[in-house]
């Protein structure tokens, strides 16, 4: 049986998650694919962290090329982070003839058009669907399953740390400071949570869905963002008082006319409305198509084996397509 070989770039959480989650589920995963699927290479400076797992350290190199000049590596999973240098190992890696999955919202985000144009280009597949809502399997369907629809209307919660943190100061009467701590602890924000609660995280993703959805790209620093540092408990109850509740929401909408309107803001949501039922650290997005209405996908949108979940769902089609 042939072997489908990987070569893994970082291996903090989700990495480890990614390297975990195959291991767990082996069976199920190369009965699918129809061949072994292997990670040989991990690309990762820290060999001696204790992440849970034996990993043989002869896995491990602190080299990219070693991984992208090896003629028998099929894909590269980036789950660096950030825009550099995985943005450069991307490019590296698909000129290198490789099929390459991504966690990397930022990363795709900022170089979207290119990127795509570069996989084209080298006749390689870049499969995405861990950059939006984690384990959420949305994107695949919006740009496969629901394209024939014409899009009008996206609305995410797409940011755990932040819907915690309001369902937090909404449920418990927590202050934002007190409820960002507690988010902290429990380690649904990072130690420096800027990214998160100034809405860049959420603006990263609503530029995927629209490129996606409307086939339009608009780079995450030219969204109007607006994050929920400014939410009181003052401004929650006055949303309670009319039956709604603040979400942090990645919003896009497309006119009659063609324009397409787009945001991230602290959005007062109708508690009949199903985004207002997301709570804690849970993601969803909801679509509006002209064929078939509204859809919303829920789920958890963090988390190391989560997030495997929706990268060697990538990896898995990439290895059916390569046995046909």
């Known amino acids: 049986m042939k072997t489908l070989k990987i070569g893994l770039l970082g291996m903090g959480n989700i990495g480890t998650g990614t390297y975990k989650a195959l291991h767990m589920n082996r069976e199920e995963i190369e009965a699918n694919v129809g061949t072994k699927v292997e990670i040989v290479k991990i690309l990762e400076k820290d060999t001696t962290r204790d992440r849970g797992i034996e990993v043989p350290m002869e896995l491990f190199t602190q080299d990219p090329d070693e991984i992208f000049n090896d003629p028998e590596i099929d894909i590269v999973i980036e789950l660096l982070g950030g825009v550099e240098p995985a943005s450069t190992f991307i490019r590296n890696a698909m000129k290198a003839g490789k099929h390459v999955v991504t966690a990397n919202k930022a990363a795709i985000a900022a170089n979207y058009p290119e990127l795509t144009a570069l996989a084209e280009e080298n006749n390689v597949t870049l499969n995405i669907e861990a950059c939006v809502g984690g384990g959420i399997p949305v994107l695949?369907?919006?740009?496969?399953?629901?394209?024939?629809?014409?899009?009008?209307?996206?609305?995410?919660?797409?940011?755990?740390?932040?819907?915690?943190?309001?369902?937090?100061?909404?449920?418990?009467?927590?202050?934002?400071?007190?409820?960002?701590?507690?988010?902290?602890?429990?380690?649904?924000?990072?130690?420096?949570?800027?990214?998160?609660?100034?809405?860049?995280?959420?603006?990263?993703?609503?530029?995927?869905?629209?490129?996606?959805?409307?086939?339009?790209?608009?780079?995450?620093?030219?969204?109007?963002?607006?994050?929920?540092?400014?939410?009181?408990?003052?401004?929650?109850?006055?949303?309670k008082a009319n039956d709604c509740v603040i979400k942090l929401i990645?919003?896009?909408t497309l006119k009659e006319d063609g324009e397409l309107e787009y945001e991230v803001r602290p959005t007062h949501i109708r508690s009949y409305h199903p985004l207002a039922g997301v709570l804690e650290q849970f993601n969803a997005v909801y679509v509006k198509g002209n064929l078939v209405g509204k859809l919303m996908f829920y789920g958890p949108g963090a988390g190391p084996l989560e997030t495997a979940s929706a990268v060697l769902g990538d990896v898995m089609e990439i290895g059916r397509s390569m046995n046909k």
């Open 140 to 239: 695949n369907v919006l740009k496969n399953n629901a394209r024939a629809n014409k899009y009008t209307e996206v609305l995410g919660i797409v940011n755990g740390t932040t819907n915690y943190i309001l369902h937090m100061m909404s449920t418990q009467g927590m202050s934002y400071e007190d409820a960002l701590k507690e988010a902290q602890a429990k380690g649904f924000a990072e130690a420096d949570p800027t990214a998160d609660v100034e809405g860049h995280d959420a603006a990263n993703k609503l530029s995927i869905l629209m490129a996606l959805m409307f086939d339009k790209y608009v780079h995450p620093s030219e969204i109007p963002t607006t994050g929920i540092s400014g939410v009181t408990i003052e401004k929650i109850e006055e949303a």
């Open 250 to 252: 990645a919003h896009a």
